[in-house]
C-alpha cells in the first residue's frame, strides 16, 4: 500500500531531525542538528517558535518534574523551554573530539538512550548509551558507526534499534529487572538502492515506521515476518525520522533534510528541511517520557 505525505510545515531545516511529541502542551518538537535549534510547533497557537542553542542538539525527550531532557553536543542536559535555561547532567567522550550525540529516545522504564558518531564519517567510533533515574549513564553498546532509530515494543520487551551504515534494524530482548539488552538480532533489511534506514518509530500494533535518508519515504514494515506492509513517499529524498502525535496519536509527523543537496536537487526537491504529515489508519503509542529521582532533580 503506497500514500503520499503532505507538507505540515516549511521550515527549510539544514538537517531538521528527532521529532517528539508532547501530549501535555500539545506540543511537537524537533531540532535542526547543524543549525543548533531546537523547534516547537504550539498546536493551541499555531504558532512555530525555536530556540538556537549553544552547541548541536541532536534530541530531546519529555520529563514529567520539569520541561525537556535533550542532547547536544556529546553530553544530556536539562532544558527550560521558557528560560532557555540549561543544566549539564552528563557530559561524554572527551576523549573522541570529533563524536556528538545523534538520535536519542526514552524507553518504557523512562531512561533516556542515545547514541553517537563520528562527524568525519568514521566508522565504528560511536556508542550507545543509557541515561538513568540517577542521572549516571552506562554504555550500552560500542563499534556503532551511525547510532540512529530506537523503538520499543507494546509491551516493552524488544527494543529495536538503526546503526544507519548496517541498512538494518534489529532487536534485542529488553530485560525490566536488570535494564540490560541481550540475544541482538537482524529484522529487517533495507536494500541500498531505496536509501539507508535513519529514524524510526512504532505504532499500538508493534509495526515499524521507519525513515529512509536518500530514499525519499518512511516505510512500515511487521518486524516479526520481516514484510514490507506500507510506503508513505515524501517528496524530499532526505527523510530523517517521524513520530506519531496529534490528540488521537494517529498523525505521523516526518522530518527531512536539505543538506548536500546539489542545485538541480533543490530545484526538483524545494521542500526539503520542512516537516510533512500523514493521517495514518493505525494509532501510535505515547513518546515514553524521562523519569529522573526527584532527590537528583532538585540538585
Aim: net charge negative; with cysteine.
Amino acid at each position: 500500500m503506497k500514500a503520499n505525505a503532505e507538507l505540515f510545515l516549511e521550515t527549510k531545516c539544514v538537517l531538521g531531525e528527532g521529532p517528539c511529541w508532547d501530549e501535555r502542551r500539545n506540543v511537537l518538537l524537533w531540532v535542526d542538528i547543524l543549525k543548533n535549534k531546537l523547534y516547537m510547533y504550539d498546536f493551541f497557537t499555531k504558532k512555530v517558535a525555536f530556540t538556537v542553542l549553544p552547541e548541536c542538539v541532536t534530541s530531546v525527550v519529555c520529563h514529567p518534574f520539569g520541561d525537556y531532557v535533550i542532547t547536544m553536543g556529546r553530553g544530556f542536559y536539562f532544558f527550560n523551554s521558557d528560560t532557555g535555561v540549561l543544566r549539564p547532567i552528563q557530559h561524554l567522550e572527551s576523549h573522541l573530539p570529533n563524536n556528538r550525540f545523534n538520535d536519542g529516545k526514552c524507553d518504557p522504564l523512562g531512561r533516556y538512550w542515545a547514541g553517537t558518531m563520528d562527524q568525519n564519517g568514521a566508522k565504528f567510533a560511536g556508542s550507545l548509551y543509557v541515561l538513568d533515574k540517577d542521572l549516571q549513564t552506562h554504555k550500552m553498546l560500542e563499534n556503532v558507526s551511525i547510532s540512529n532509530g530506537l523503538a520499543w515494543s507494546p509491551d516493552g520487551a524488544i527494543m529495536y534499534y538503526i546503526d544507519t551504515l548496517t541498512n538494518e534494524i534489529v532487536s534485542f530482548k529488553s530485560n525490566f529487572e536488570t535494564g540490560l539488552i541481550s540475544d541482538k538480532r537482524t529484522v529487517i533489511h533495507i536494500d541500498k538502492e531505496d536509501g539507508c534506514p535513519d529514524g524510526m518509530t512504532i505504532d499500538q500494533e508493534g509495526m515499524l515506521w521507519i525513515s529512509h535518508w536518500g530514499g525519499g519515504k518512511v516505510t512500515r514494515w511487521n518486524p516479526d515476518t520481516g514484510d514490507l506492509l506500507q510506503t508513505v513517499n515524501v517528496p524530499a529524498p532526505y527523510v530523517t525520522s517521524c513520530t506519531f502525535g496529534g490528540k488521537r496519536l494517529d498523525e505521523l509527523y516526518i522530518t527531512t533534510a536539505c543538506v548536500d543537496l546539489t542545485e538541480e536537487e533543490v530545484h526538483t526537491y524545494p521542500l526539503s528541511g520542512s516537516v510533512f504529515r500523514i493521517k495514518t489508519t493505525v494509532k501510535g503509542l505515547p513518546s515514553h517520557k524521562f523519569i529522573a529521582a526527584r532527590k537528583r532533580m532538585k540538585k
